[in-house]
Structures are given as C-alpha cells and as structure tokens.
C-alpha cells in the first residue's frame, strides 16, 4: 500500500510500513497532508483526523521509542558498572580479598544456619579475577544499556536485583556446599527480560533497535548458557535461577513509556522486593527449616536411619563418636547406636548420655527431659548445657532404648546459637524410620522355612528378645518350648524376656521351670531373675541359696550370687 505526503508542492510517497515508521519517531507530525486512497481518497487530509495516524503517533509510542534511540549512556547501567569495578579494585587491598569471600559470597551454610541474608544480593557484586570481571561487565553493559532504555530505570533495578535473588536461592539450595559469587545470575536475567521485552514489545521497537531483543538476543544467551555449562567452576543453578526471575519479572512489568497505568509497575516492583524482603526474612528466622538432608546409609545394619544435612563434613565429635561438622563450625551432629548384652530402659539410656557428654566436658546439667514418640517407639528428647573448652555448649539428643540397641541422635551447638538450629533438630528427629535388624530377618524366614525346628525357633525368640519385641518373643520361645519342653534354651529364653521386660507371669513360669529342670544352672538364675523382677527378691536369693546347696562351687551360680550381694563361700566352709 501507497500513501502520499504533500510538503509545499512537493509529494512524497512511501510504502505503509516506511510510513508507520516515521511516525512513531515523530518525523511526520499532525499537521501533515496525507493522502492514503483507500481512507481519504483523492484528498489529502491532515494526518491527525486519521484514526491510523493517531494509534501510531501515541506520545507513549514516540517517547519509548526516542528513548531507545537516544545516545548516552544510562545512568543507572554506569552506577551498576562502576560500582562493581570499585568493588573489584577494592579488593586489591591486602586481605580485602579474603574479608569480603569471607562475608559477602552465597554461601548456604551462612545464610541458612547463621541468618547471613545479605549474601544473597552481595555476591553479585563480587568477581574472583579480571577475566570474571570482564566477561560479567560487557554482558552487563551490553544488555543494562538498552535495557534501560526500553524498560525504564525502576524496572533495571528491580530485574538485576531480582534476578540476582533467584540465582542465589537456587544456587544456594541446588548446590549449598560451594559458595558463589559474581554478576552473571543478574546478567542472565537481564538478558532473558530483553528477550522477553522484544516478545511483548516488537511492533513498538525501532527497527534499529529489534536486534538487541526479543529473538535476536535468544541465539547468544543459548550459545552463552551452553557454553558455561561445558565449565566446570560456573554456578549453573544461578544462571538458571536468574533467567526464571529476570524472564518473570518482565513478563509482569511495563516499560516506564508504555504502562497505561500509572500504579502498574510500582505494584509490581513493591511486591517484587515485599517478596524478597519476607523470604529473606524467613530464611534469617528460619533458615534451617530448608537445610537439605540425605540420609545416613551406613545404618541400616542397626535397624534404623536417620538424615543429616546433606553439606557438612564428617569428622569425630568430643565424645568420640563419628559424626558431622557445619562448614561454619557452629553444630555438630551425631548418631550412634550401642549394643547392650541385656536389654534395658530408656532411664538408663538417659543416664548413659549424660555420663558420656560430662566424661569430656566440665559442669553439665541437663535443661529438660521429655518422652516423646519416635517412629512409634517411646523415646527421650534431652538438652543438656555444660562448659568445653572454656565455652558454653548446647547438646539436643533423643536418646532411645529398643531392646538391647541403645540409639542416639545428638546435635550439639554453642549455647547462644542453640534456638535457630531447633528446627532442623525437630527436622533430623522427624527423619528416624525403624526397620527390622538384620538378625531379625533372618532368624523371621529360617523360623518361616523351617516352622517345626527347634533350632530356628529359639533363634527368632532371642532376636526379637534383643530388638525389644518382647511379647512376639514370649510367642517364638513358647513355640520352641512346645516342640522340645525338656530343652533348657527355650526355658531360658520365656524367663529373660519375662525378667528383662517386665512382662506379669513371670513367677509363675519360673516355678514351672524350677520344678522341670532344677539342677541346670542356666535355668535356675533365670528362674531367679524373673522372680526378683515380679518384686519378690527374697524368694530369688532363696532359689540361689537352694541351688548353691545342691551345686557347690558352681561358676555360673558364684556369677549369679555375687551379682545378687550372696555370700560365695562353700557349705562347711568356716566362716573366719
């Protein structure tokens, strides 16, 4: 299509798109004779009294578009770039360098564990060598230039910031063991919000201007994300975390020229940074609520696993227990298990841990004591505070008896940095999951393939005596005792579980097993104990006077009598 401008009594014509042009840089104003044949015919009217003229020659057309074309640089493009030079100088400084790696890199750890929000903004403002610095700064000009200009000062900010943010989140959550820093998370959202402004925004862009956005930028932020990814020492999660937010950010935001309403972008920006400020804020609260954990394989030959934070490093605890450190060095994590040769209860797995935190440290004493449910076993949840090294610690254990295995999950910090670790303590506790002992699966399908066998029998009895499952126990003795009732093991067996767990009949089941085998030493101390167990101590020294009477000298009842406070000496013995 044609259409003609008459200046004086000179005509000029051009094609439609040449027209469309021209008036969107403000070359061809209101007041112009236009004649376009299929709209006005043979007449030539002013251009304003045509309803094409008046959507393209919209002063928020012009003006977004002169924007671009202006020369110059941007103001806030040569802040960003200065600012960061005179950091980079800066840290030339003797042991600057190292001061602000130290307290200004992403780092999880410090962020998560110590509340060190700040790192997530900083360290985009930070580069390791000139070449880092260099390669960040022309992307950053290249894109911030033009930017600027399209999308408005405001806008930049927020982007760059924004997108700097998201890196860091993803970085610092995706890969929390390494620590970052550099402006690419921010350049890399700034180049996905010129894609993103040229999608939105091509038919208002000068046609000298389109190749500085929308797909024409795609090609190079491809070939520039895939040939970081061929590096090794390049934070990927933050290139990609500053993509999304840099691509998001400017899929709500307006071009400062072109927002049609006033308060739209300002919405947006405020809730961009409310958003920042409140998961930043959390994150200093709370941050190790998102710790991440893996769980602990090297457990499973005990019957259970639990979770530790997935970053930190092994290492060996004042207690000598093998545990985990925080790369800060503020906690240490801990989870052991001890096996007993006689089962026993959670108050004497209390008292265990406590001696073993006062044998290496001065003055502790326990904060509190409480019975929790842990993975539907009863447990003890304990803090306890004593001096090391001359500094006040904190240990949170939970402390569980299951038969024989005494299990313990303890987390110790200094005592004024106690609080913020409480939830990824709840987190770890949480984690634990029991499973049945290797022993017990086996002894469970040699007793399936062999039910009539006495031998597989009593062995499934004493594996669920020593995993704490006491009435299945009694269930798995009393069948051995059925197929072989003159075999002393199976007796033995009832009697323990009877005697160690408390279980009521326990007497009763001794008098029948005194009368069955009265000379079998095995028996007789169990018989002994089971009575002493149901409250009637007497009668149990009285079974042992018995039996030392008709089995003198006998080593398992010497044992079992000075275990009792007997006397040990002879019949006819004189007594000196």
């Not at 408005?152 to 997108?163: C, E, M, P, V």
């Not at 298990?337 to 959670?346: K, Q, Y």
């Not at 004497?348 to 409480?370: K, Y």
């Not at 469970?444 to 009593?458: C, D, E, F, K, M």
């Amino acid at each position: 299509m044609i259409i003609e401008i008459r200046h004086h009594s000179h005509i000029q014509r051009m094609t439609y798109d040449d027209f469309e042009d021209r008036v969107r840089d403000g070359e061809i104003s209101g007041d112009t004779p236009i004649r376009f044949e299929v709209v006005t015919g043979d007449a030539f009217v002013p251009a304003h009294d045509l309803e094409l003229y008046q959507v393209l020659a919209s002063a928020p057309e012009r003006g977004f578009r002169r924007a671009l074309l202006r020369p110059g640089l941007p103001l806030v493009t040569a802040i960003l770039l200065g600012f960061q030079i005179r950091v980079y100088l800066w840290s030339w400084v003797p042991a600057t360098e190292t001061w602000l790696q130290d307290h200004f890199t992403n780092w999880a750890p410090a962020v998560l564990e110590e509340g060190e929000i700040w790192r997530l903004f900083s360290y985009g403002l930070l580069h390791l060598n000139f070449a880092h610095l260099l390669f960040n700064l022309c992307f950053l000009g290249y894109t911030a230039y033009h930017l600027e200009r399209a999308a408005g000062r405001a806008n930049l900010l927020t982007i760059y910031f924004g997108s700097v943010f998201t890196g860091g989140i993803l970085s610092m959550l995706l890969t929390p063991d390494r620590q970052s820093l550099g402006a690419s998370g921010g350049v890399y959202g700034l180049l996905a919000a010129a894609i993103v402004i040229g999608w939105k925004y091509w038919d208002s862009l000068p046609v000298q201007s389109r190749k500085y956005f929308g797909w024409a930028i795609a090609f190079y932020l491809g070939l520039s994300f895939v040939t970081a990814l061929r590096a090794e020492n390049v934070d990927h999660w933050s290139h990609l975390g500053g993509l999304i937010g840099g691509g998001a950010l400017m899929t709500v935001l307006e071009p400062e020229r072109l927002s049609r309403q006033t308060l739209h972008n300002r919405v947006w920006r405020l809730g961009a940074v409310g958003a920042m400020a409140l998961l930043s804020l959390g994150l200093a609260v709370g941050g190790s609520w998102v710790v991440p954990l893996q769980a602990l394989g090297d457990l499973d030959d005990e019957g259970w696993t639990v979770s530790r934070p997935t970053y930190w490093k092994s290492g060996w605890t004042f207690t000598g227990d093998r545990g985990w450190f925080s790369p800060t060095l503020g906690a240490t994590f801990a989870a052991t298990t001890t096996v007993h040769p006689r089962p026993l209860t959670a108050d004497a797995a209390v008292h265990n841990l406590v001696t073993r935190i006062g044998s290496g440290s001065r003055n502790p004493r326990v904060l509190s004591d409480a019975p929790i449910a842990l993975a539907g076993w009863e447990a003890r949840q304990v803090r306890l505070r004593f001096d090391l090294s001359g500094e006040e610690q904190e240990v949170t254990a939970i402390v569980m008896a299951r038969g024989v295995y005494e299990h313990r999950v303890q987390f110790q910090s200094v005592a004024a940095a106690a609080d913020p670790y409480q939830p990824l303590v709840t987190r770890i506790r949480d984690s634990v999951a029991f499973e049945e002992v290797p022993e017990l699966v086996d002894a469970r399908a040699r007793a399936l393939t062999h039910p009539r066998s006495y031998g597989p029998a009593v062995a499934l009895g004493l594996a669920l005596y020593r995993s704490g499952q006491a009435l299945e126990a009694l269930e798995a003795y009393g069948h051995a005792h059925q197929l072989r009732p003159a075999e002393p093991e199976a007796i033995v067996g009832l009697l323990r579980v009877h005697a160690d767990y408390s279980v009521p009949g326990g007497i009763e089941v001794a008098h029948e097993a005194l009368a069955a085998r009265p000379d079998h030493p095995g028996v007789i101390i169990a018989c002994a104990d089971a009575i002493a167990a149901s409250g009637n101590q007497a009668e149990a020294e009285q079974v042992l006077d018995d039996a030392w009477a008709r089995l003198p000298g006998d080593r398992q009842l010497r044992v079992a009598r000075l275990n009792f406070g007997l006397s040990v000496a002879l019949p006819g013995d004189e007594t000196p």
